[in-house]
């Protein structure tokens, strides 16, 4: 199983924590306030604690922020981050959910990626997930988006661990269509589908 760090302590942080417990991964529990910090590693059940801004324990770095805060945290933390696989799962919607705040070209990812230390991996992952269904502890289809083939096969393992399915998308620059596809989700659950009870997937034939 895996060993990974979840940064943030709102709700997919918990979430994603939840399952990570549940399926026999090590968890660590990192947030600016110390005292939530604990008490969400204690609604886990078997997590520990990291302090914000020191190495994290784990080799995934999950990080479970707001999307203005992704890339200046991962900017803060710099060598501390070496050889670790970052995975990010931020959405950058406007304040409507019409839009991408991302400049065109780009994504959270990629900007993570320009400040990470040499010898991290950024993956996307878990942004086309609603919380609420990723809590429901249902199958679902995670997609994936990375340069390295590697940090991409440990996230995939991670995923599989939480009894879903990783489907790779391809190089990081598809983060861009990543977050694309969560802006779409946001317009679905308003207007065709009606509610936000749903997961995309991907079903094939035969």
Do not use: C
């Not at 924590?17 to 204690?42: F, H, P, Y």
């Not at 970052?86 to 991302?102: E, K, R, S, Y």
Request: no cysteine; net charge neutral.
């Amino acid at each position: 199983m895996s060993s990974i760090s979840i940064i943030g302590l709102g709700n997919m942080a918990r979430t994603i924590g939840a399952r990570a417990v549940g399926g026999g991964n090590a968890v660590e529990v990192i947030g600016r306030d110390a005292a939530k910090a604990a008490s969400v590693a204690q609604a886990l059940g078997d997590a520990t604690i990291g302090t914000f801004g020191t190495a994290p324990a784990g080799d995934l770095v999950i990080l479970a922020v707001p999307h203005a805060d992704a890339a200046p945290v991962v900017a803060r933390y710099r060598d501390a981050l070496a050889g670790k696989v970052i995975v990010d799962i931020a959405n950058a919607f406007d304040a409507d959910a019409t839009g991408l705040t991302t400049p065109a070209g780009t994504s959270i990812a990629q900007e993570i990626a320009k400040v990470a230390p040499a010898g991290a991996h950024v993956v996307k992952a878990f942004n086309t997930v609603f919380g609420h269904m990723l809590a429901k502890g249902g199958p679902l289809d995670v997609l994936i988006a990375g340069d390295d083939a590697q940090a991409k096969a440990s996230v995939s393992a991670f995923i599989k661990s939480l009894g879903l399915r990783p489907l790779d998308t391809g190089p990081l620059e598809m983060a861009r269509w990543l977050e694309g596809m969560g802006l779409v989700m946001m317009g679905l659950g308003r207007h065709g589908a009606g509610n936000f009870d749903f997961s995309l997937g991907v079903s094939t034939s035969g």
